[in-house]
């Protein structure tokens, strides 16, 4: 991927949020300006509390800046708007969290399904779930799978809808070492096969690897931006 040749997909500017608990007020982004390029990968590195997911929330459309702007491709998108919002989400966002929220009662191909019974033009379950590699788990429930399937299970709900975004925080933080790699093998081949734009945040530097580029958060703001020379695979890291 020429990264200086890509279209923009996502850029904010002077992007700032204020949360007010009383009569404080917490700053969790100082006048971020970013830009995401179509079929980029990303990781957002920094401690605790630097403003990550403040930042995924507001791109994601899950949450409103103070001030600001978001442009999706070359596009305002309309924060005064509910309908919008869900729109937007809806339509081109895919989340993944670090829980994976699966419906318990429900198997993988049920999971998956109730994204792809109310997007525009989804894909399968079965090849949603196949893309993360778990095709001979289709039947199976929750409780049946382990940590590492069922957030793959997470990541191919996110994608069935093929979003042009793809925002995940923390996905491999309750997964060890082993299972974490595949989850980000499954994030890394939707990433190049759908060339689907992908930011990932996560504590932990070693992953940042794997990524065109790194963004470090510190206090709000990001503080340096770095761009890989070359993109190391999952599984050559260890943590």
């Known amino acids: 991927m020429e990264d200086e040749a890509s279209a923009i997909a996502l850029e904010t500017r002077e992007l700032t949020k204020i949360y007010r608990m009383g009569a404080v007020e917490v700053h969790a982004l100082r006048g971020v300006d970013v830009d995401f390029r179509e079929g980029e990968l990303v990781v957002l590195l920094g ?4 403003g990550k997911s403040t930042l995924l929330n507001i791109l994601g459309g899950l949450d409103t800046p103070t001030s600001g702007t978001v442009m999706f491709r070359g596009q305002p998108l309309t924060m005064d708007s509910e309908r919008a919002l869900n729109l937007y ?3 081109h966002v895919g989340f993944v969290f670090q829980f994976y929220n699966l419906i318990p009662s429900l198997t993988a191909r049920e999971n998956v399904s109730l994204v ?3 997007a525009r033009n989804p894909m399968s379950p079965v090849e949603a779930l196949s893309i993360v590699g778990l095709g001979d788990r289709l ?3 929750p409780a ?3 940590g590492g399937e069922q957030q793959r299970v997470a990541i191919a709900r996110a994608i069935a809808k093929r979003p042009d975004l793809l925002l995940c925080d923390e996905p491999t933080g309750a997964l060890d070492s082993k299972t974490g790699i595949l989850v980000l093998e499954a994030i890394l081949k939707i990433n190049r096969e759908l060339g689907t734009t ?3 945040i996560t504590h932990n530097a070693v992953i940042a690897e794997i990524a065109n580029r790194v963004l470090y958060f510190a206090d ?3 503080v340096e931006t770095r761009q890989n020379a070359a993109q190391r695979a999952p599984g050559e890291l260890a943590w």
């Not at 401690?47 to 630097?50: A, E, T």
Request: proline share 5%.
């Open 139 to 141: 039947d199976h429930f």
């Open 198 to 200: 992908t930011a990932l």
């Open 47 to 50: 401690p605790s509390g630097s």
């Open 116 to 118: 792809t019974e109310i």
């Open 89 to 91: 989400r809806r339509n």
């Open 220 to 222: 709000g703001r990001i």
């Open 144 to 146: 049946q799978l382990s």
